[in-house]
T-cell receptor, first 109, second 115 residues
């Protein structure tokens, strides 16, 4: 079947680093997205990985291991505004897009 | 570039009533999606259109939900009759297609409350 697992909630301190893990199972694979969703708002695109390795974009980095069906999103120098849900999204065969339930990140002062 | 437009922003109806949502995707985006997001959960795909054809509607409760995308641009999603469990945010998203990593662009959603 097709499935995405990610932690339900995480808490971290302002200025710290946090890593949000995601494991996925898909029929076919066409890449892994991360989206950010603030409460009451629409998801917004953060990153896309289709090859193994780390993609860095400012304070955010995303890693993919296709052989392990594993990805993580790394957030550095956490700010209060980073408090949001982070959605791990896999694109499977036929470009079918599968969303995880999201990880709610709480950043505390 | 104008984003994905959705209306209404909020809707409150009683169970067994009907409701319709409207979506205008980003100009030129061939693929359009409707998602249902229940509080605390990730978005669940209801239907995917490619131009004006349906690509995937396997999770659409067809006894009460319908959607159309006439002329391959705007789309409407209808619920008739509504149930309490339909209370959710309905998100419309569009995608330009073609590129492997083309992301989904979401509208602000319609928050539906069924009482």
């Amino acid at each position: 079947g097709q499935n995405i697992d990610q932690p339900t909630e995480m808490t971290a301190t302002e200025g710290a680093i946090v890593q949000i893990n995601c494991t996925y199972q898909t029929s076919g694979f066409n890449g892994l997205f991360w989206y950010q969703q603030h409460a009451g708002e629409a998801p917004t695109f953060l990153s896309y990985n289709v090859l193994d390795g780390l993609e860095e974009k400012g304070r955010f980095s995303s890693f993919l291991s296709r052989s392990k069906g594993y990805s993580y999103l790394l957030l550095k120098e956490l700010q209060m505004k980073d408090s949001a849900s982070y959605l791990c999204v896999a694109r499977g065969g036929g470009f079918k897009t599968i969303f995880g339930a999201g990880t709610r990140l709480f950043v505390k002062a | 570039e104008a984003g994905v437009a959705q209306s209404p922003r909020y809707k409150i109806i009683e169970k067994r009533q009907s409701v319709a949502f409207w979506c205008n995707p980003i100009s030129g985006h061939a693929t359009l999606y409707w998602y249902q997001q229940i509080l605390g959960q990730g978005p669940k795909l209801l239907i995917q259109f490619q131009n004006n054809g349906v690509v995937d509607d396997s999770q659409l409760p067809k006894d009460r939900f319908s959607a159309e995308r006439l002329k391959g641009v705007d789309s409407t999603l209808k619920i008739q009759p509504a149930k309490l469990e339909d209370s959710a945010v309905y998100l419309c998203a569009s995608e330009s297609s073609g590129a492997l990593g083309s992301p989904l662009h979401f509208g602000n959603g319609t928050r539906l409350t069924v009482t």
